[in-house]
């Protein structure tokens, strides 16, 4: 083969093996001369290395192990947008912003198109290059790289790595990023508002036959994701309750009496805004199913929206996925009760419950 270009073969848009339409190897290993490696074709390479490498089979079980690893991509994914956008407020070219920080352009490339991680060092230093002085824009990157604030809080959901799949954790460190989040709950209390009884019979329930450590263990963590709200500053949590998550009996009447009360203690926050849709509103958009929509500020396009399944979770981040849901959510408010009139009427049911 011509060791100075790489070769044709990586860009193949398929992999064809035995008759498959798709293939696997275990290990790949590709030797390249460093003229091929300083080539114009070389970040292709590393575009078409994650097709390669993990091609799953059209089957359940591979469009499963492709949503639990979209997560995190849509952290670099995002991470990679907003360098590339403070780079060229820099005015730079990403050849001109690799040599600056000592690196090859295709390194930059990649962690600009989020096919490859980046360290939150590295991270540092090109905000550091690019000249971003903002505290809460660097903080906020550097968590998308997986980077602390020194406290050790940034990251606290690593401890139950052993029990947290990909999805949860992912989910955990959007939230704890998050300057805001908007959410439509039509079955359960949202995770930011439930008891510790409530949030263990619902765990019960989604989990059966769980072993009780690692019960503990995600009620454990679904009780230290609260203190978003508890932060400084803490995040603004917008929710639209349908009267069902009111009148659904978990755990029993005295966990729903306690949950209940617990809904009212909230709904007097000034970070907190509930909103009931009540049965007699009939059909409305969000009949659909629940979502989130994380929002984070000082930046150009984090906005995520998340749906969660019973398996997985899909994130959108495309700009008219956003633009929907924020104007269905939009929507929910219209035709839901005042923050006001929602706290009357969750008091009133918990007087009767």
């Not at 799953?56 to 952290?75: I, N, Q, W």
């Not at 989020?114 to 550097?142: F, I, N």
């Not at 908007?182 to 359960?188: G, K, Y």
């Not at 029993?252 to 926050?269: D, I």
């Amino acid at each position: 083969m011509d060791s100075s270009t790489v070769p044709d073969w990586c860009f193949a848009p398929d992999c064809h093996h035995q008759g498959r339409p798709w293939c696997r190897s275990t290990k790949i290993c590709i030797y390249l001369s460093l003229e091929a490696v300083n080539s114009p074709t070389t970040d292709r390479i590393w575009g078409a290395l994650p097709s390669i490498l993990y091609r799953r089979p059209d089957t359940a079980a591979g469009r499963k192990e492709m949503t639990l690893e979209h997560g995190p991509a849509v952290r670099r994914r995002k991470l990679g947008t907003e360098l590339r956008v403070l780079r060229t407020r820099a005015g730079l070219t990403s050849t001109e912003a690799a040599r600056l920080v000592g690196w090859h352009q295709s390194k930059v490339s990649r962690i600009e198109t989020g096919s490859s991680g980046v360290k939150p060092a590295d991270v540092r230093l090109l905000l550091d290059t690019y000249d971003v002085r903002d505290p809460e824009l660097r903080e906020l990157l550097l968590a998308l790289a997986g980077g602390g604030d020194g406290s050790g809080r940034q990251n606290w959901w690593h401890a139950y790595r052993g029990v947290l799949p990909p999805t949860y954790r992912d989910f955990i460190s959007l939230e704890s990023q998050a300057s805001g989040m908007r959410t439509l709950e039509t079955s359960v209390v949202p995770g930011l508002l439930q008891t510790p009884e409530y949030a263990r019979a619902v765990t019960r329930a989604a989990c059966e036959g769980l072993a009780d450590d690692k019960l503990d263990a995600l009620v454990e963590v679904r009780l230290a994701r609260q203190d978003v709200l508890r932060g400084d500053p803490p995040l603004e949590l917008n929710a639209v309750l349908d009267e069902a998550v009111l009148r659904r009996a978990v755990g029993g009447p005295e966990v729903m009496a306690r949950q209940l009360e617990r809904l009212c203690e909230a709904a007097v926050l000034p970070q907190v805004r509930l909103r009931v849709m009540p049965f007699t509103a009939g059909a409305h958009i969000g009949v659909t199913g629940p979502f989130v929509i994380f929002s984070f500020s000082n930046t150009s396009d984090l906005d995520v929206v998340v749906l969660d399944h019973l398996t997985s979770s899909l994130y959108l981040e495309r700009k008219e996925d956003l633009q929907a849901y924020v104007e269905a959510f939009n929507a929910l408010q219209i035709h839901a009760l005042s923050p006001e009139e929602s706290l009357d009427y969750i008091a009133g049911i918990a007087a009767g419950a």
